[in-house]
């Protein structure tokens, strides 16, 4: 399959997640909603990694690339813990469309600190999405 598959099916299933977890945080704390969630995904993850790596892929593993995962793992977790308590106050229609802001930001940043380049018809499309992040989430 293409990136460009993989990149459909993350959208997909991130849309998915979206109902899922406004239905599942209801009842619970946002925080025990995102502890669970977080081990889900752990065990798919190891699953899934186990399934199709070498066994010599962990002892090769570089103490700069363990760094930048770690960090992007607390990322990613602080992330969620922010969502979960955010869908618990708010509807998914006002969150998720907040929640996705991190798409410009996402450029931005690489814009910043990796030296990736847009172009100008690109840097466009990034107003309109915030624009219309900001209209969806404002109704």
Do not use: H
Request: positive net charge; charged residues 10%.
């Amino acid at each position: 399959m293409s990136w460009l598959t993989w990149a459909l099916l993350s959208a997909f299933f991130a849309a998915i997640t979206a109902i899922l977890a406004k239905v599942g945080v209801q009842e619970i704390s946002s925080n025990l909603a995102t502890a669970i969630r977080t081990t889900v995904v752990l065990v798919l993850a190891w699953a899934v990694a186990w399934a199709t790596m070498p066994s010599s892929a962990i002892s090769g593993i570089s103490r700069r690339a363990l760094l930048f995962l770690v960090l992007s793992g607390l990322a990613t977790g602080l992330s969620w813990l922010c969502y979960f308590r955010a869908l618990q106050m708010a509807p998914v229609s006002k969150v998720a469309p907040l929640d996705k802001l991190s798409l410009p930001l996402a450029i931005l940043l690489a814009t910043v600190f990796l030296g990736e380049r847009s172009s100008s018809r690109e840097w466009a499309g990034i107003g309109l999405m915030v624009c219309g992040t900001l209209v969806l989430a404002w109704k």
